[in-house]
């Protein structure tokens, strides 16, 4: 017997297919058991991420292995076996285990370094042990990856390296909102020593009222990031309205927890349409786009209709702050909006 897995990720797939191939929850157990009703595995896990859908086996034969590994992800995500086999990928054997360990340390992540990936690992584990489609094999695999993964993140800087992404992103939109305030200068670039002190970003998001726009790993990142320095409310707007309810599940575990400032967060998720987009717009102190989308997001229009439309008292700074992740198509800063790049992971 020997290990085999196909997946697709965000590295093979565009956002389309990753969520017409999405798994629910409660569907994972079932597609276990399918792979093992097949005449070629042994054992089965599954990993299920916003980003990544792969399905490990231990098999007898490589070949009829990926045929029967595709022919049951086909069925269980709603995609023809010709669409998945155009955007999948295949490991065996020591490439297996190598990629599993990348997964495990965030090295496979759209944002490098990334840390959630480990409970998605650990509650894969899990469900093939609750279906005992789990034998020694993938026990074994499971857990090492586990350990690896624990050791790259704690012996390495790697978790943060997307942190830094959003922090500089958030760095730099309050150093504009102070500007805007009339509180400082503006100076090119970042600030050097001595020319401009760089201010305090949990000190200004406090309070605020933040839309994030998109519902993966970088969105959650700075949704995390910001629910941890102190925002208020944050509300998450996807086009797929299911993940951005697990997100904002996941953010409003956090205050549950005890883990942000104050016990106060709310966040809830919206859908991404013209009316919805438009209201939160104009009730949003600050706005971040992460979506990777190959097309107009946010609009100049947008942003400036929102700025006209918005009460007075609706927020204290002088309008929306547009966060963008570095493609040049997510959104177009409108005048007087101060704007900050957050660089693609």
Known sequence: ?????????????????????ALAPDHRGKLLRDTLGTDTAAEAAVLSTCNRIELYADVDRFHEGVSDLTAVL???????????????????????????????????????????????????LALAQEEQSAGRLLNELFQRALRVGKRAHSETAIDRAGQSLVTFGLEQLARADLVA??????????????????????????????????????SSLAATTLARAGATELVIANRTLSRAERLADNLNELRGAGRVP??????????????????????????????????LVLTA?????????????????????????????????????????????
């Not at 090295?107 to 490098?112: A, E, G, N, Q, T």
């Not at 001595?194 to 998109?214: N, Q, S, Y």
């Open 74 to 124: 086909s069925r269980h995500s709603g995609l023809s076996v010709e669409d998945l086999a155009a955007h999948t990928y295949t490991r065996w054997e020591d490439r297996a285990v190598h990629h599993l360990f990348s997964v495990a340390c965030g090295l496979d992540s759209m944002v490098v370094g990334e840390g959630q990936i480990l409970g998605q690992i650990k509650n894969a």
């Open 262 to 295: 104050g016990g106060t967060l709310s966040a809830r998720a919206v859908p991404i349409n013209a009316i919805s987009l438009a209201a939160e717009l104009r009730l949003a102190d600050l706005v971040v786009s992460c979506t990777g989308a190959t097309g």
């Open 181 to 218: 305030a009339g509180g400082g200068t503006p100076v090119a670039g970042p600030p050097t020593p001595g020319a401009e002190a760089m201010p305090d970003v949990p000190a200004w998001i406090a309070g605020k009222r933040v839309l994030v726009i998109g519902a993966g790993s970088m």
């Open 301 to 345: 229009e947008q942003i400036a209709a929102a700025l006209r439309d918005r009460r007075p008292g609706v927020r204290r700074s002088a309008g929306p702050l547009l966060a963008a992740d570095g493609t040049p198509a997510e959104g177009a800063p409108a005048p007087g909006a101060p704007s900050a790049g957050v660089p693609s992971a």
């Open 1 to 21: 017997m020997s290990l085999l897995v196909v997946g697709l990720s965000h590295r093979s797939a565009p956002v389309s297919v990753l969520e017409r191939a």
